[in-house]
């Protein structure tokens, strides 16, 4: 067994990975190769595949929080190793790699991710559960009924959209959105790169709500084949409490499943009530369930 740093050339062993421990994931070999390939220097973003026999059988990513303000936190994703191949330390080798390549960067607290039954290894390795994020899955056949939006409120794909509004919208609506740390500092660029440019985005389907010519809300998809994630959704402060969020959702949806997508996923802090809701009313079952661990480094 060796730890690596990943390659561009790993993304479908990656995403074949990926699918094995975690099928409620949705990010196509594409976007993978090109997360892999050309990550913003700012974010500090670094990802390392574990070999075995020349296969790819574990993957970690980590970088710097550049979406907060909090100082010195970071973020490490999605450590996960094939069932096949747990228990022989490739899982601890990982957080390894993970964490000494947080430390040169001046982070000293860091947020990664377990499924309930890896909480165990999270606590030996000093990281204590903080939330838990639910994920839910939507079967798209029969596809969902278009909505008919109200007087004055208009839906339009966000192909047809200046990408300025569409980060203006997201930023003001991520200020209170349920996490460890906020979500206060997402640089344009860094935006761009995440959401507008990557290669999964169907800025057909993704849908945004107008209202007088404002983004008053949105919903994104990320797609591959037939399979969808509802990225974001959300609805900017001073339009809540008018259905404007589902109603961007079900659009999404909708415009989604007449293009062949067959099943969506989504994930929802489970103290986001509001947006657990809006997923019931339209059909959502919970499928898996993770929680955000904190820890110091030293």
């Keep these: 067994m060796r730890i690596r740093v990943a390659l561009p050339d790993d993304a479908a062993a990656v995403v074949a990975l990926r699918a094995v421990v975690y099928p409620y994931l949705v990010r196509g070999v594409e976007s993978t190769r090109k997360m892999i390939a050309k990550p913003l220097p700012e974010e500090g973003w670094t990802a390392f595949v574990a070999e ?49 390549h947080l430390t040169p960067l001046g982070i000293r607290r860091v ?45 339009r794909p966000i192909v047809e959209l200046d990408p300025h509004l569409l980060y203006a919208a997201d930023v003001a609506s991520a200020v209170d959105e349920p996490g460890d740390v906020p979500v206060d500092a997402m640089s344009y ?15 057909v389907a993704s849908t945004a ?20 994630w509802s990225d974001y959704t959300c609805s900017v402060p001073a ?12 659009a999404a949806l909708h415009r989604a499943a007449a293009n062949g997508v067959r099943i969506a ?8 009530a509001p947006m657990l809701a809006i997923n019931a009313r339209l059909g959502y079952r919970p499928v898996a369930a993770q929680w955000s661990c904190l820890a110091e480094l030293t």
């Design 189 to 203: 660029q860094s935006w761009l790169h995440d959401v507008w440019d990557n290669l999964g985005l169907d800025k």
């Design 209 to 228: 709500v107008e209202v007088d010519g404002d983004v008053a809300a949105f919903s994104v998809v990320k797609r591959d084949g037939d399979r969808m």
């Design 52 to 100: 075995s026999d020349d296969r790819v059988v574990g993957w970690v990513s980590a970088q710097r929080a550049a979406w907060t303000s909090t100082a010195d936190f970071g973020d490490i994703s999605l450590l996960h190793v094939h069932p096949e191949h747990r228990r022989r330390g490739i899982g601890t080798a990982l957080l390894t790699a993970a964490t000494g």
């Design 111 to 155: 947020r990664a991710w377990a499924q309930p039954e890896a909480l165990p290894f999270a606590r030996r390795h000093g990281f204590e559960p903080s939330r838990e994020v639910r994920y839910s899955a939507l079967d798209l056949d029969p596809a969902p009924a278009p909505p008919d939006p109200p007087q004055g409120v208009r839906l």
């Design 265 to 272: 996923y989504t994930s929802n802090d489970e103290a986001n």
């Design 239 to 250: 339009y809540r409490g008018r259905g404007l969020a589902r109603l961007a959702k079900t």
